[in-house]
């Protein structure tokens, strides 16, 4: 007799959008032209915070997904980054 494995399969679906919000995210904190932003009057990091913090959110909900773990941690590891980036220059 075969003997089937029994491999947990992945799927493309909402957890792989934190990957996609992950990258946004970070292509928008280097989008900044020396003061200006692309038109945006917040705070270019408040908005990226907030998008890693979605992302980090999505990630851990839907681990199931392709990327979804991948993208928690870079949002935690970028969200960690600006702090202690933020705690140095003050």
Known sequence: MARTNNIDTKKCGIGTSALI???VSIIFS????????IGVR?????????????AIFIGQKYKENY?????????????????????INL
């Open 42 to 54: 917040f705070p270019v990091m408040v908005i990226s915070i907030i998008l890693f913090v979605i």
């Open 30 to 37: 280097f989008t900044s032209l020396g003061e200006k932003s």
């Open 21 to 23: 919000i992950c990258i």
């Open 67 to 87: 990327f979804a773990k991948v993208g928690r941690n870079i949002g935690i590891f970028f969200i960690f980054l600006i702090t202690i980036l933020t705690v």
